[in-house]
């Protein structure tokens, strides 16, 4: 059964979200996908996607980048009908994504891969010194710490590469981004480095859509969850007010389990107990 819980804050303030899904369906070949998938994304808040391997987080993420346009359902943005038929359609409306593999260029430098295929000209020639200028303003804007933007992507931490892939993101001005587990395979420090560049975000007005199966990273910097299983929702809680065995429950399908049947256990023996040394006191006072 599908749980939800109350309306995020931005819908609490009468804000139309910003990306708005409505009975996203995806087939491949006999192979459903995605059924019925509902999903909003409202400005400055950070939504994280969140579900089992299979549960359909990657098929959702490429049809909002139009990797894969749907089978049925409607997609609306700021208010009107779209339709998301390729990744530059994507682009064009607003949305961005940053997917796991980052797609990086490791012989070229954070500038040159910050304006890869969408490089500034001036009179016929590259304009390195604008190009590089703007670079520094990007990075700024996520309180980065690149040693230069002229040293080759391959000397850069995990976390300095996700930064520079994020930064490219913002190129063109986006109002929604999306994070295909941003903090994957990397240590301590670069996943703090990584949260912080998504609050970031947050803070300069722009919806975020986290993909993760980090749930701590998840409960850092989400103020919704929305979670997927088996291609269908299966909840919708507000991070201050769910806890993390309700959202794994809700990710699992494990509503009754050995856990839970041995910590009810546990309460109603409590209770019982309770109600035993309560009893003789009832009885003494009527004497």
Same mark, same amino acid.
């Given at each position: 059964?599908?749980?939800?819980?109350?309306?995020?804050?931005?819908?609490?303030?009468?804000? %139309? &979200?910003?990306? #708005?899904?409505?009975?996203?369906?995806?087939?491949?070949?006999?192979?459903? +996908? /995605?059924? !019925?998938?509902?999903?909003?994304?409202?400005?400055?808040?950070?939504?994280?996607?969140?579900?089992?391997?299979?549960?359909?987080?990657?098929?959702?993420?490429?049809?909002?980048?139009?990797?894969?346009?749907?089978?049925?359902?409607?997609?609306?943005?700021?208010?009107?009908?779209?339709?998301?038929? %390729? &990744?530059?359609? #994507?682009?064009?409306?607003?949305?961005?994504?940053?997917?796991?593999?980052? +797609? /990086?260029? !490791?012989?070229?430098?954070?500038?040159?891969?910050?304006?890869?295929?969408?490089?500034?000209?001036?009179?016929?020639?590259?304009?390195?010194?604008?190009?590089?200028?703007?670079?520094?303003?990007?990075?700024?804007?996520?309180?980065?710490?690149?040693?230069?933007?002229?040293?080759?992507?391959?000397?850069?931490?995990?976390?300095?590469?996700?930064?520079?892939?994020?930064?490219?993101?913002?190129?063109?001005?986006?109002?929604?981004?999306?994070?295909?587990?941003?903090?994957?395979?990397?240590?301590?420090?670069?996943?703090?480095?990584?949260?912080?560049?998504?609050?970031?975000?947050?803070?300069?007005?722009?919806?975020?859509?986290?993909?993760?199966?980090?749930?701590?990273?998840?409960?850092?910097?989400?103020?919704?969850?929305?979670?997927?299983?088996?291609?269908?929702?299966?909840?919708?809680?507000?991070?201050?007010?769910?806890?993390?065995?309700?959202?794994?429950?809700?990710?699992?399908?494990?509503?009754?389990?050995?856990?839970?049947?041995?910590?009810?256990?546990?309460?109603?023996?409590?209770?019982?107990?309770?109600?035993?040394?309560?009893?003789?006191?009832?009885?003494?006072?009527?004497?």
């Amino acid at each position: 059964m599908t749980q939800t819980t109350e309306a995020p804050a931005a819908a609490a303030t009468k804000q %139309s &979200p910003v990306l #708005s899904m409505r009975g996203i369906t995806k087939r491949f070949g006999a192979v459903q +996908a /995605l059924t !019925d998938i509902d999903l909003d994304v409202y400005e400055g808040e950070v939504v994280a996607l969140v579900g089992d391997n299979g549960a359909g987080k990657s098929t959702l993420v490429k049809v909002m980048a139009g990797v894969h346009p749907q089978d049925e359902g409607t997609i609306t943005f700021d208010g009107r009908p779209v339709h998301i038929g %390729s &990744p530059a359609e #994507s682009r064009d409306l607003g949305i961005a994504t940053v997917f796991q593999d980052l +797609a /990086l260029c !490791d012989n070229l430098d954070v500038v040159a891969n910050l304006f890869l295929g969408h490089e500034k000209t001036s009179a016929g020639t590259l304009d390195e010194v604008g190009m590089e200028k703007e670079s520094w303003e990007l990075l700024r804007q996520l309180s980065a710490k690149i040693p230069s933007v002229r040293i080759a992507v391959a000397s850069l931490s995990g976390g300095q590469r996700q930064t520079v892939a994020i930064a490219r993101s913002l190129i063109g001005d986006p109002r929604i981004v999306i994070l295909d587990e941003p903090t994957a395979a990397l240590g301590v420090a670069q996943t703090a480095e990584v949260l912080n560049l998504v609050e970031r975000l947050r803070e300069s007005g722009l919806g975020v859509v986290l993909i993760s199966h980090n749930m701590a990273d998840v409960q850092a910097v989400a103020d919704r969850v929305a979670v997927l299983r088996l291609g269908r929702n299966n909840g919708d809680f507000r991070v201050p007010d769910v806890s993390y065995e309700e959202i794994i429950s809700a990710i699992t399908g494990a509503t009754d389990n050995a856990v839970t049947r041995r910590a009810q256990a546990h309460t109603d023996g409590a209770t019982d107990t309770d109600a035993d040394t309560t009893a003789p006191t009832e009885k003494g006072q009527q004497a």
